[in-house]
């Protein structure tokens, strides 16, 4: 079974701190992704990264930076979080081969709210 | 860029109906992969059916698709619903990159089932 996590859980911060999401994966999967998940959009990708080292923008990086140190870890930094942050993110892995259907595991979400 | 369609909001269903959830997409890449991920209450997104091939019927536990690439679309159907199947239901198409290797997935903006007894 893949397994991804994510830490914190929860999350208040006040608005212009700076907020780091973590996530970590055990699948030993190339391709790591964040996503922010609210009412009415669904699940929007933010950054999403190939191996470590590397990180790529998604659909909506702004305000948002993405790390990967590791294959393991992937970690999403509001360097100055702001009210229309406040949302669940969600970090999923994958594999990424030809003749591989790229299903994406997810980790148990984090809900973050910005005061 | 691509983009999936899907039934908006919330469908309501009395127990024992059959589900249809409508998805349809766009993009420019001649061979998409089409998912569909549910989502229970206080869980994280999980894969329940996945296509590639045209006009194939594919089933995972009670639900079937058929990806019609003439029509974009990509139809979640069940012939009859469970209580257990009240859930937010996702469709997702994949972007594949020029090298073959998948890059990333668009999601839909997510369509929420209840069942009612």
């Known amino acids: 079974e893949a397994a991804v996590t994510q830490s914190p859980r929860n999350k208040v911060a006040v608005t212009g701190g700076k907020v780091t999401l973590s996530c970590n994966q055990t699948n030993n999967h190339n391709n790591m992704y964040w996503y922010r998940q609210d009412t009415g959009h669904g699940l929007r990708l933010i950054h999403y990264s190939y191996g470590a080292g590397s990180t790529e923008k998604g659909d909506i990086p702004d305000g948002y930076k993405a790390s990967r140190p590791s294959q393991e870890n992937f970690s999403l930094i509001l360097e100055l979080a702001t009210p229309s942050q406040t949302s669940v993110y969600f970090c999923?892995?994958?594999?990424?081969?030809?003749?591989?259907?790229?299903?994406?595991?997810f980790g148990p979400g984090t809900r973050l709210t910005v005061l | 860029g691509d983009s999936v369609t899907q039934t908006e909001g919330l469908v309501t269903l009395t127990e024992g109906l059959p589900v249809m959830l409508n998805c349809t997409y766009q993009t420019i890449y001649s061979n998409p992969f089409l998912f569909w991920y549910v989502q229970h209450l206080n869980e994280s997104p999980r894969l329940l059916l996945k296509?590639?091939?045209?006009?194939k019927r594919t089933e995972h536990q009670g639900f079937h698709a058929t990806l019609h690439k003439s029509s974009s679309s990509f139809h979640l159907q069940k012939s009859s619903a469970q209580l257990s199947d009240s859930a937010l239901y996702y469709c997702a198409l994949s972007d594949r990159g020029l090298s073959g290797s998948f890059n990333k997935l668009t999601f839909g903006a997510g369509t929420r089932l209840a069942v009612c007894p």
């Open positions: 296509s590639f091939t045209d006009n």
């Open positions: 999923a892995s994958g594999d990424q081969g030809w003749g591989n259907y790229a299903e994406q595991f």
